[in-house]
T-cell receptor, first 111, second 116 residues
């Protein structure tokens, strides 16, 4: 079992650009959650996908959008990047509301 | 407002020593509390999970306690090792109206450094 995987591991973008991050959940998991973690802070909830629908959303602007595919993998898209979007983006998968297993994260740097 | 506060913010101990990390929360209604270990630049890894009725849970050298009355939890690390150097994050789950797990509220973490 590969666990939760994320790609890419690192990414550098410039302000105004768009970015897509990808997540493959742990085998058997149907729910994917995305988090943004700034340096020295705890993860902040962005949104959660279940059955290809956004089920919950945190306090993030519409520039942050996502998608879940029939195989339960997920994408996080961020438009019009700002310097403040630089962070570690974590994906976590779970079987509905059970314990979330986190991926290794994608480190996004916006210049 | 639902909050999770952790202390200390950072901690340095010598290898082989014990330490205790604290977590206070105001989350209500409460579903469960988890402790995660996060190595620098990596995703968090679950150490323990406790529900309202559990007051202690162990995972090897890690022992978590929960006092649901005072809304406090602690994570005790015994005989620390260099590999214990990481951030330890306390996460409290709300209970939704259906009785299931709702939102997760994350603490900012305690950064532990174990020195030889």
């Amino acid at each position: 079992d590969a666990g939760v995987t994320q790609s890419p591991t690192h990414l550098i973008k410039t302000r105004g650009q768009q970015v897509t991050l990808r997540c493959s959940p742990k085998s058997g998991h149907d729910t994917v959650s995305w988090y943004q973690q700034a340096l020295g802070q705890g993860p902040q909830f962005i949104f959660q996908y279940y059955e290809e629908e956004e089920r919950q959303r945190g306090n993030f602007p519409d520039r942050f959008s996502g998608h879940q595919f029939p195989n339960y993998s997920s994408e996080l898209n961020v438009n019009a990047l700002l310097l403040g979007d630089s962070a570690l983006y974590l994906c976590a998968s779970s079987q509905e509301a059970d314990t979330q297993y986190f991926g290794p994260g994608t480190r996004l740097t916006v210049l | 407002k639902n909050q999770v506060e952790q202390s200390p913010q950072s901690l340095i101990i010598l290898e082989g020593k014990n330490c205790t990390l604290q977590c206070n929360y105001t989350v209500s209604p409460f579903s469960n509390l988890r402790w995660y270990k996060q190595d620098t630049g990596r995703g968090p890894v679950s150490l323990t999970i406790m529900t309202f009725s559990e007051n202690t849970k162990s995972n090897g050298r890690y022992t978590a306690t929960l006092d649901a009355d005072t809304k406090q939890s602690s994570l005790h690390i015994t005989a620390s090792q260099l590999s214990d150097s990481a951030s330890y994050i306390c996460v409290v789950s709300e209970r939704d109206y259906g009785g299931s797990q709702g939102n997760l509220i994350f603490g900012k973490g305690t950064k532990l450094s174990v020195k030889p």
